[in-house]
Nanobody, 123 residues
Framework: VQLQASGGGLVQAGDSLRLSCVASGRTFSSYAMGWFRQAPGKEREFVAVIDWSGRSTYYADSVKGRFTISRDNAKNTVYLQMNSLNPEDTAVYYC?????????????????WGQGTLVTVSS
C-alpha cells in the first residue's frame, strides 16, 4: 500500500489543523493506521493509531484530549484532527500502516510509511 499525507502548514499556538493520509490499493480497510511525528533533532515518535474498523483508537499522552484520529474506509483515508496546537507539536507528521492486527505503537510494527507533512506551530 502507498500512503500520501497532506494538510500540514504553519499555524499559531491554539489553532487547529487536520491532516489527511490517502492510501492506494483495495485493501485499506484491512490495515490499522497510525500517525507518528518527528521533531528536529528528535526521534520519530508515536502519536495515534486506529484499528481497521475505526472502533478502537489509542493516543500518546502528549496529544490525548487534543488530537483525534479517524478513518473513512470508503475513501481510503485516515485523518488526524489536531486542536489546541502548541509549539511542541511542531514536527513532520507521518502516516503509517500495518496489517498485523490491532493497536500498535512501535515504529517497527508498521510496514508502510507516507512521505510526511510538516506542521509548524508558532508561539
Amino acid at each position: 500500500v502507498q500512503l500520501q499525507a497532506s494538510g500540514g502548514g504553519l499555524v499559531q499556538a491554539g489553532d487547529s489543523l487536520r491532516l489527511s493520509c490517502v492510501a492506494s490499493g483495495r485493501t485499506f480497510s484491512s490495515y490499522a493506521m497510525g500517525w507518528f511525528r518527528q521533531a528536529p533533532g528528535k526521534e520519530r515518535e508515536f502519536v495515534a493509531v486506529i484499528d481497521w474498523s475505526g472502533r478502537s483508537t489509542y493516543y500518546a499522552d502528549s496529544v490525548k484530549g487534543r488530537f483525534t484520529i479517524s478513518r473513512d474506509n470508503a475513501k481510503n483515508t485516515v485523518y488526524l484532527q489536531m486542536n489546541s496546537l502548541n509549539p511542541e507539536d511542531t514536527a513532520v507528521y507521518y502516516c503509517a500502516a500495518h496489517n498485523s492486527g490491532g493497536i500498535k505503537i512501535l515504529r517497527t510494527d508498521y510496514h508502510y510509511w507516507g512521505q510526511g507533512t510538516l506542521v509548524t506551530v508558532s508561539s
